[in-house]
């Protein structure tokens, strides 16, 4: 059985951005794989603090939550991530957890290590605004990501306006959008 996760980014525990990712997933389960749901929040891990010791050994120094969540990420068939937009780009405990992706940098580029095999990729992102461009430096970290780690970026779901927690429960078409990610997504 094919495996797919979710990777919550959010801090907010009635969160817009999960509220889809959970969607996406129960579509997916539907289609037959098997779905787990990750909850950066919940998860207890340091900030990348830039020593690149990962460029000589191919290992962080810390031994923390993500080492676990990177090692799941390599294994399954596919990875969803869901961010809000906080101060125009990607929530810090998104980007907490991209920059901690520099052990994977280190592999391809000072270690010269062989890619991984390609999984595939998804995105989901809410923002409480309509500027141009809300989305832009959401989607840069995580696509750095997904190449870091030889994932493919095969498909998002950008929704604005959505401010309030919880308000995404009102817009049964958006969470129906992204029932559908989840169910076309393998
Ligand atoms: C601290 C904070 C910063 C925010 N900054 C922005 C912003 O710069 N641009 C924007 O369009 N929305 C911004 N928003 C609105 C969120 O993107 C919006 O509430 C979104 O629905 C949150 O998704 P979540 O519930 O999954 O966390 C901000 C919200 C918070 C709480």
Redesign the pocket.
Known sequence: MKKIIGIAC???P??????LLKEALRGANAAGAETELILLRKMDFSLCVGCDRCSETGKCIFNDDLVELFKKMEEVDGIIT????????L?ALGKAFVDRSQVYWAHKFALNKKPLPTRKGGVIG??????SR?FDCLTKPIKYLYKMMDISYDTELLH??????G??KDKPDILKEAYQLGQNFL
């Open positions: 959010s801090p907010r009635k969160s817009n951005s999960t509220t869901a961010a809000p937009v906080f101060g125009m780009g929530n809410c923002a409480g605004t309509t500027f809300v604005n306006p959505v401010d309030k927690p308000a995404i």
